[in-house]
């Protein structure tokens, strides 16, 4: 199991995980109507996850890798089940309206992650931390405003729940360090797919969608995998409001993605979005500039 203590290091694999999952509206716009398979699509992409995690584990650890099942303790069932909300909210808040919303609400992470921290871990924020929050707060304010789609309430309802939720499992990262990381994710995995197993049977549903958007949904679910690892393997060195705060990077790529004309989308953000992104990238750049000038554990006081 990976091991890493060096926090300048930890920021570009933080960086990159946000980066790896901004892909993720993009798949979700290729998509056959997705909103009309949810569950299903939350039942490929759950069982895509806790496969793919379990075999990392696997070749990591030898036949002795279930044994970190008995580890997670309540700190991996809660992280586990908060980010398995957050990934069933993700797909009924981007389907609901823009990517722009759902992405702008996740970008909210770093501040209900500090409070959670702040309340349960009793983590200080250093003031250069919060001076970058507050810019991406600014960023934020000026992308929300004018977005005014149709649905935007309801998707703005389950996006903000996916933040929470995803703030969850960031606290639950740094609350007990022992407790398996990567076997926590594998347990967001399997909690969306009993969950959307049950809702199936419940509606007698066909447990899988066509062939096109299968393979879609466990496209997803290895992005989200790969992502995940280098998140988890990020948190061992960075506080959990500078984890948010850093990926991050998945608002920006993703709003630019499902822009971008050479993918076919030509989802256009309007300018309060484009000039809100940018002062979200200038956060996140003073940010990295400060972890890089200041040899200290920055985020503690």
């Not at 389950?158 to 347990?187: C, D, M, Q, Y």
């Not at 850093?246 to 989802?267: A, H, K, R, Y």
Request: hydrophobic share 55%; aromatic share 16%.
């Amino acid at each position: 199991m990976i091991e890493l203590k060096n926090e300048k290091i930890a920021v570009p694999i933080v960086l990159f995980a946000g980066l790896i999952w901004s892909f993720g509206p993009l798949v979700v716009r290729y998509m056959d109507q997705p909103n009309l398979v949810p569950w299903q699509y939350i039942f490929g992409r759950g069982l895509t996850i806790f496969i793919l995690l379990n075999l990392y584990l696997y070749f990591e650890e030898g036949l002795n890798f279930y044994k970190n099942y008995k580890k997670v303790g309540k700190s991996g069932i809660i992280g586990g089940c908060g980010l398995g909300v957050a990934m069933i909210s993700f797909i009924y808040s981007i389907t609901n309206t823009s990517a722009a919303i759902t992405l702008l609400c996740l970008a909210a992470m770093p501040f209900f992650t500090a409070l959670l921290a702040f309340l349960f871990l009793k983590e200080k924020i250093s003031l250069n931390v919060w001076i970058s929050i507050i810019i991406a707060t600014i960023g934020i304010i000026i992308m929300a405003i004018g977005n005014n789609e149709k649905n935007s309430v309801i998707g703005f309802i389950f996006g903000i729940t996916s933040s929470i939720g995803f703030s969850i499992f960031s606290v639950t990262l740094r609350w007990r360090k022992e407790t398996p990381k990567f076997t926590t994710v594998a347990i967001a995995g399997l909690f969306c797919f009993v969950i959307a197993a049950s809702v199936i049977l419940i509606k007698n549903q066909p447990f899988f969608s066509t062939s096109y958007n299968s393979s879609l949904f466990s496209l997803h679910g290895t992005l989200v995998c790969i992502g995940m690892i280098l998140y988890a393997i990020g948190s061992k060195a960075i506080p959990a409001a500078e984890l948010t705060l850093l990926s991050l990077t998945e608002v920006i790529g993703g709003i630019f993605w499902v822009w971008l004309p050479l993918f076919g989308i030509n989802e256009v953000p309007n300018t309060n979005t484009i000039v809100g992104g940018f002062f979200l990238f200038i956060s996140i750049f003073y940010y990295s500039l400060i972890m890089r000038w200041n040899k200290r554990y920055i985020a503690l006081n």
